[in-house]
Nanobody, 127 residues
């Protein structure tokens, strides 16, 4: 059984940093795993993903250069290091995963490529 346990949200001032963690277990197949977010009144959008197969990564344009996703293969924990946070990054962040269908650039921008979801964690960036 696939399980995802996310943690690490919080309140930070603009320009600050946070690190989100997602402990993943139960995979016996190649998968894409990453982070999605949903701001108040908006739909859910892919933020960043990584492939378990080759480590390739996806970032949405608005976080490129500020966020870094990486995976600790010793315990299958995926991290999202978020630097230079902006008020527009405020959202509930979800860890999600699914069987690797295509490359992560095709699978991760929208949420319908993911089958497994962890609980959301709130990130609030004050101006």
């Amino acid at each position: 059984e696939v399980q995802l346990q996310a943690s690490g949200g919080g309140l930070v001032e603009a320009g600050g940093s946070l690190r989100l963690s997602c402990a993943a277990s139960g995979f016996n197949f190649d998968y894409a795993i990453g982070w999605f977010r949903q701001a108040p009144g908006q739909g859910r959008e892919g933020v960043s993903c990584i492939s378990s197969s080759d480590g390739s990564t996806y970032y949405r344009d608005s976080v490129e250069g500020r966020f870094t996703i990486f995976k600790d293969n010793t315990d299958n924990t995926v991290y999202l290091q978020m630097n230079d946070l902006k008020p527009e990054d405020t959202a509930v962040y979800f860890c999600a995963a699914g069987p690797l269908l295509f490359d992560v650039h095709q699978q991760c921008p929208v949420d319908n490529g993911m089958d497994y979801w962890g609980k959301g964690t709130l990130v609030t960036v004050s101006s």
